[in-house]
């Protein structure tokens, strides 16, 4: 009786004085905000979720996604028995006393258990080995959680027994939600634009954004209908950060002032507006993939090499996310800007189009048809094709399209950087082909 008073004490007071993040953890799956992709009406981890049909899986995603409260929702909807453990402080041992007691639940009552490993990348090669043969025999059902990538991090025999599910950094729409939720869990009231940074600065963290608005909320002063209203004063104290926001309007000339400020050969105002757009909330994709258009538009065959750097980056953003990014997000715009430039690959793919629409579509010629089905050789496919490798030069002159554009001259290489050398190549190649008796 002691005991049941003083647990239910202790439930009492963290209702009351956990943090707001802790008080508002969802307790249903429609409660759960930004995972759509997963957890929305029939999609494939609901359905195994409620009909208690899980098999072992990863869920990888960013700090705040949700992959603690995933796990939670799992032990009050599963039959089976949940163990929880963190991999920062349990070791080879902790895992064999959940192992046992799994083997005991299942022989003795035909009940399985769920085992919740928490920062699952912290366990080393000897302790996920620990795991495999449970997992791999059914004894346990393994729910892993990570921020890092568990192709690097996690075993791959353990890492092919289960099924890896990576969940989203929340949308600013999803955070609002969140925040919303908090304010009527508090009974107090937020100015939008207060809302606005804390969501955009929180970036995709919904714990870092309940913990902003908790600071907010104990700066903020109760208004005059006892109620407490969050201003953005408020929320910019919070975080410590100024609000940096641009309209829609200034959104599009701020973008064009970076394009071309990197098309300029300027670095330094490239990063001053990259810096801009981060600080105003800017999504960091919606910057990666500017720069990988510009890499094309804008530099193409001068430097091969800034759509590779450029795609990097754009690699960096989803795979390590903000704040780090933004260092490979500035290495693209450093680079970019630095490149020499030529628009020929650009302007070559509009003369192309060009004729497309306003010449006759010929016919593919003969000697360039697929000639490797039956009975193509006897419909003359493939005639009279020279394969290039079978010339000592790499090439042969030949004809590769209709007569009706034959000779359209769509590229023409720059002077600038890599684009020297492939004009120099093409010279070559159009000297020899002149002297070429064929």
Not at 133 to 139: D, F, I, T
Not at 220 to 225: C, I, P, Q, R, V
Not at 228 to 257: F, M, N
Not at 291 to 320: F, K, N, T, Y
């Amino acid at each position: 009786m002691g005991d049941d008073l003083f647990g239910a004490a202790v439930e009492q007071r963290l209702a009351t004085s956990a943090p707001l993040a802790a008080r508002l953890r969802p307790r249903t799956l429609d409660q759960v905000v930004g995972q759509d992709h997963l957890l929305g009406p029939g999609q494939p981890l609901r359905c195994l979720i409620e009909s208690d049909r899980l098999s072992s899986i990863i869920l990888w995603g960013p700090p705040g996604t949700g992959k603690t409260t995933i796990a939670r929702l799992v032990a009050g909807a599963t039959r089976r028995a949940f163990e929880p453990l963190s991999a920062v402080t349990a070791g080879v041992k902790d895992v064999r006393d959940v192992v046992a007691r799994a083997k005991a639940r299942l022989g003795e009552h035909g009940q399985g258990t769920i085992l919740f490993l928490d920062e699952v990348h912290r366990f080393n090669r000897a302790q996920q080995d620990a795991l495999l043969p449970s997992v791999e025999e059914g004894v346990l059902t393994l729910v892993g959680a990570t921020t890092e990538n568990p192709y690097f991090e996690v075993n791959p025999p353990l890492l092919s027994r289960s099924t890896l599910l990576r969940l989203r950094p929340l949308s600013v729409e999803a955070l609002t939600v969140l925040l919303r939720r908090a304010l009527d869990e508090e009974a107090a009231l937020a100015d939008d634009d207060a809302l606005a940074h804390l969501a955009e600065r929180a970036e995709g963290d919904g714990r870092a954004a309940l913990g902003a608005l908790e600071v907010a909320l104990a700066l903020a002063a109760a208004g005059t209908d006892g109620r407490t209203r969050v201003t953005l004063g408020h929320a910019e104290a919070a975080l410590d950060q100024r609000a940096l926001r641009y309209g829609r309007d200034e959104h599009y000339d701020i973008v064009s002032a970076f394009i071309k400020s990197i098309r300029g050969s300027d670095p330094d105002a490239g990063l001053y507006w990259l810096a801009r757009m981060l600080a105003a909330g800017e999504d960091a994709r919606f910057v990666a993939r500017r720069l990988v258009i510009l890499a094309s538009e804008d530099i193409g065959m001068a430097e091969p090499s800034a759509l590779l750097v450029a795609d990097a980056a754009a690699r960096a953003v989803e795979l390590v996310g903000l704040p780090e990014a933004r260092l490979n997000l500035a290495q693209a715009v450093v680079h970019l800007a630095t490149a020499p430039k030529s628009n020929r690959v650009t302007v070559a793919l509009a003369r192309a189009q060009a004729d497309v629409g306003d010449r006759p579509a010929g016919a593919v010629p003969v000697h360039l048809r697929d000639a490797h089905y039956r009975g193509a050789a006897a419909l003359g496919h493939g005639e009279g094709y020279d394969y290039p490798h079978h010339d000592e030069r790499g090439w042969v002159a030949q004809e590769h399209r209709p007569a009706e554009v034959a000779g359209r001259v769509y590229y023409e290489p720059s002077a600038h950087g890599h684009e020297e050398e492939v004009a120099r190549r093409m010279a070559t190649r159009d000297s020899h082909e002149d002297a070429d008796p064929t």
